[in-house]
């Protein structure tokens, strides 16, 4: 009886430090934060920031010279006059960050592909990339991670009517559960869409 006894207050006092450990020693856990969406000429504007996705594990990812790509979602909805319908998408734009690190020239080569979707299909998605070069950890976390006034429209129907809303939706790329079974980190928000 005092072997086990002293087993489990040799036990306890391991696990001590671990429970009593402060939560803010934890980092953040992945969220769009700042959200902020408004309708001008049209067009849906939207800005927020992703705070706790620059985890140790994805700059580990990213040192290492493999390329890391968060791919987001930006839709205006609105909802159906019939109870339990889906809310039906009047605009969306779709985002592409991806960085890669080059450990010769110790830069970061970021890439930001914005596409525009249309109703039109037959002349397709209207795509615009922007490209840089930098050697600043900085820059290239708020390249990933921030973004400021992104049109959401659809140049063939206005934005008008009640209870539009606005959802940010963001894949953080896929993770490995017991380095087996795939599974993705999203991440989204939504509020409503003001003038």
Known sequence: MKRKFGGLLVLG??????????????????????LVARIEEDRAWVSYDLIG????????????GIPVTFRHKLE????????????KV????????????????????????IEYRIRQKRQGPLTEEQRKLTDSLEEMRDWMTRFDQVPVFDPTR?????????RVEVNLGR???????????????EIPLGP
């Open 13 to 34: 006092l391991l696990a001590a430090p671990v429970l009593s450990a402060p939560a803010s020693a934890q980092p953040p856990k992945p969220a769009v934060e700042d």
């Open 175 to 189: 993770r490995y559960i017991l380095f087996i079974f795939p599974g993705t980190r999203s991440i989204a928000a």
């Open 90 to 113: 009047l605009a969306q734009t779709t985002i592409e960050t991806r960085v890669e690190y080059d450990s010769l020239t110790r830069r970061y080569d970021l890439l930001r592909r």
């Open 158 to 166: 206005e934005l008008r009517g009640r209870a539009l809303r606005v």
């Open 76 to 87: 205006v909805l609105s909802k159906r006059g019939v109870p339990l319908m889906p809310s």
């Open 53 to 64: 996705v620059m985890d140790a594990e994805v700059e580990e990812r990213i040192q290492s």
